[in-house]
């Protein structure tokens, strides 16, 4: 079984479900396509959304490229932080913004830590 590519999926799917999220508050407090604000909770869930997007194009890259180099259970492990920041962050960021930071945080490090274990392998082999 490869972790590291079902960490990948779960990471995808996370990405969409969020999406599928900022659809259904479309729905609920009526922001017609294209707009991307107008209710509050609508700008939240398209925050969401488009800040799990700007980290994953950083996280799948470093993910993949780090479990070239390094254990592939650690840098699933690694990856699976991840997951669990950005569940955090959704349930935060929903209930008061002000509340993301650890869900942030237990995204970007985890993201920063397998960039640094990429570069790192790519050097030392």
């Known amino acids: 079984m490869n972790y590291v590519h079902i960490v990948a999926v779960l990471a995808v799917i996370q990405f969409i479900y969020f999406g599928i999220m900022v659809g259904r508050a479309r729905g609920l407090y009526d922001v017609a396509a294209p707009a991307t604000s107008g209710h509050e909770m609508f700008d939240r869930a398209f925050r969401i959304q488009m800040n799990t997007l700007e980290l994953l194009v950083c996280f799948l890259p470093a993910l993949l490229l780090a479990a070239v180099y390094w254990p592939s259970s ?24 002000s509340t993301r930071g650890l869900g942030f945080a237990l995204s970007l490090f985890p993201t920063l830590g397998l960039l640094i274990a990429a570069g790192v392998g790519a050097v030392i082999v």
């Open 74 to 97: 650690i840098i699933a492990a690694v990856g699976a932080f991840y997951l669990l920041g950005r569940a955090l962050y959704s349930v935060a960021y929903t209930k008061d913004p």
